[in-house]
């Protein structure tokens, strides 16, 4: 700012004047800025009222909280079934959250997959603090993770044994994200890295072939092959469990998807970034982990997290292999026919806790970006 | 190795971009604490031929010899010459997400395997040199033209390199900062650092160069003593060339 530009500046005027400031000249200036936007905010706003009303209709003033039970001490759905889809029936829900939260595990033992859910989200939340962000969370994750593996199954420390078809719900929706995602993303940046390799070109041949061959079929196609056709070809007698094979298919699937982003920001970089890290003698390893990756992640924070979230919600698709996700077994539940015609109820409960783990999921995609911007902005 | 063995020896080296013949039998040699100056219009092969002397080029033909290592595929060579060779870019090239401070201290660190408080030190050293000190916890995004690239020239140093290559390094900085890296440029050369300067600054020619080498289409057409070359052009091309850098001044 030079002195000239301040010298010919109307005499001080702290703020601009109240018609272009405060609460009602945004809602002029936003909502009712002339006829045509009027007309549609008064229209946007009826509809969403109504909305909004015949939700709380359904879903409060008319919904049934709670049945009475049976002498026999099952439920009595009489209230629900003359509701006839007027109100919501949400003792459905207090009957039958636990089989759609954890499927077909044992009632009694259900606590094991329930205190799993607690160890996913503490290892979510570790993990999603920078300040935690040392080399010893690597150890966290491994340990957790068995924890998790060792809840689910038993066979020790007194927990009577699961078998694995018997797991269901939302830890195996959170499992096969998790460890989908986890062991995709290293395998997605040695793809991309070997996608741009010019010294090794029998690499870069396989990266491209395995990326391509993976893009060009459909997740349930894969799916089906990891259950169908790769017993086939193991020894008779060593048959991984369905799970892993849903695994397998679902880590090689993201990682061909998120080699493609992670070799977008790559190839967003200046190209003088890895000619400067060259001239100072840095080794491929060096420059690749402290100059280039850095910055190309971070270019690239929105469209991984965009695969994030579609990954996260493609975990549903094992339902074709016969495998329990939360989904899943919320559609296992509506089948009980005592709370035949409960539909919508489960459904929306299980739309809830996906918006609320793929929302926080954005979120925090939005606020890293601005807490890394602030160190970079170039 | 000997006081007299040249640094640089470049000896009929011939560079193609596909059918484009960029470098001509380019034959040169740089001795110990000389100083040279490369000039020539654009496209002349002058930036070619100075990257290629750390080998982000490679030649396809001819000889390059490096304080004593031959420039071939042999990556060790190419780490040892990397190593003694610093170079500073038209457009900076600092990290963006590292600070001024581990901008600098990153290769002696990775590359040296200097313990940090000694790299940091060295750093500042550097840093109080191309005078910048208080700069060191700021990142280059909030620096401006002329100080990021005193720090690019620090940030070279820092590897204790035998050799200087400065590929255009006030080209793309606004006339006002040109000044103060020119001066860094200067007081490093008064130290008695080799340099291979590729610039238009012919004002910093004539301060420091001890020879003034003139490019054009590939080759080396001319070279000698800045006041020779300025004010006794033998070739019609540097002719041409003086009088339309000259005219631009």
């Known amino acids: 700012m030079n002195s000239q530009a301040t010298a010919t500046m109307p005499a001080t005027r702290a703020r601009p004047p109240a018609s272009v400031y405060g609460p009602i000249a945004w809602l002029r200036a936003n909502l009712f800025n002339g006829i045509f936007s009027t007309v549609v905010t008064l229209v946007i706003g009826v509809g969403t009222a109504w909305a909004i009303m015949g939700l709380m209709r359904w879903g409060v003033a008319n919904a049934v909280w709670s049945v009475p039970t049976t002498a026999t001490g099952a439920m009595d759905p009489t209230a629900c079934r003359a509701l006839h889809g007027v109100g919501a029936c949400w003792a459905a829900i207090g009957d039958k959250w636990r089989f759609m939260l954890f499927g077909r595990y044992p009632y009694d033992e259900q606590w094991r997959a329930g205190l799993t859910l607690v ?5 979510f939340w570790v993990s999603s603090e920078p300040r935690f962000w040392r080399k010893e969370l690597a150890y966290v994750w491994v340990v957790t993770l068995w924890v998790i593996f060792l809840l689910l199954w038993g066979g020790v420390f007194g927990m009577t044994y699961v078998p694995q078809d018997q797991w269901g719900g939302l830890p195996i929706t959170l499992l096969l994200s ?12 040695l793809v991309a890295l070997g996608r741009r390799s010019t010294a090794l070109p029998a690499v870069k041949t396989l990266c491209i072939v395995y990326v391509e061959l993976i893009r060009g079929v459909p997740l349930i196609a894969l799916l089906f092959m990891a259950n169908v056709m790769f017993p086939l ?24 998807y998120l080699a493609e982003v992670v070799r977008g920001g790559l190839q967003a970089l200046p190209k003088g970034q890895a000619e400067a890290a060259d001239a100072l003698g840095l080794t491929y390893w060096q420059k690749t982990m402290k100059i280039t990756l850095p910055q190309a992640l971070r270019l690239v924070i929105p469209p991984l997290v965009n695969t994030f979230i579609g990954f996260f919600k493609d975990t549903s698709l094992v339902l074709t292999i016969g495998i329990l996700d939360l989904l899943t077994a919320a559609k296992t539940a509506m089948a009980d026919p005592i709370w035949q015609g409960v539909s919508t109820e489960i459904y929306l409960v299980v739309a809830v806790i996906y918006v609320v783990f793929c929302y926080t999921m954005s979120s925090y995609s939005r606020s890293i970006e601005r807490k890394l911007g602030r160190t970079a902005n170039r | 190795m000997t006081e007299e063995a040249p640094a640089i020896v470049l000896d009929k080296v011939n560079k193609w971009y596909g059918a484009l013949h960029v470098l001509r039998d380019v034959s040169m040699t740089v001795a110990q604490k000389e100083r040279v100056v490369v000039c020539g219009p654009s496209g002349s092969g002058k930036s070619t031929m100075i990257r290629c002397i750390n080998r982000l080029e490679q030649h396809q033909e001819g000889r390059i ?45 990775s590359v040296r395997k200097m313990p940090k408080a000694e790299a940091e030190e060295l750093a500042m050293d550097f840093l109080r040199k191309v005078k910048i000190p208080e700069q060191a916890k700021k990142y280059p995004g909030q620096l401006s033209g002329g100080q990021q690239q005193r720090v690019a020239i620090a ?88 009088s339309q850098i000259l005219r631009g001044h």
């Not at chain 2, 031959?70 to 060579?77: K, W």
């Not at chain 2, 457009?91 to 963006?96: A, K």
Request: hydrophobic share 50%; aromatic share 8%; net charge negative.
């Open chain 1, 178 to 189: 998790t460890f989908g995602l986890a062991l995709a993303f290293p395998l997605a940046v």
């Open chain 1, 233 to 256: 070809f193991m020894p008779v007698g060593l048959n991984p469990d369905k799970l892993l094979r849903a695994q397998v298919a679902i880590i090689l699937f993201a990682a061909a």
């Open chain 2, 155 to 242: 940030r070279a140093l820092c590897m204790k390199p035998k050799i200087m290559l400065f590929d255009e390094p006030t080209s793309a900085l606004d006339p006002e900062m040109i000044k103060e890296v020119l001066d860094t440029m200067v007081s490093l050369a008064e130290s008695g650092m080799t340099m291979v300067c590729v610039t238009h600054e012919m004002g910093f020619a004539r301060m420091v160069a001890d020879r003034v080498v003139f490019m054009d289409r590939g080759e080396i057409v001319e070279s000698g003593t800045p006041a020779r070359m300025f004010e006794d052009p033998q070739t019609d091309r540097l002719k041409l060339f003086l």
């Open chain 1, 119 to 123: 160890l996913f989200i503490g290892l």
């Open chain 2, 65 to 109: 010899v490096v304080d004593g290592t031959e420039l071939t595929d042999d990556l060790r060579a190419l780490d040892t010459i990397r190593r003694e060779v610093g170079m500073v870019f038209q457009s900076f090239n600092l990290f963006p997400h590292l600070t001024i401070l581990e901008n600098c201290t990153l290769a002696p660190i």
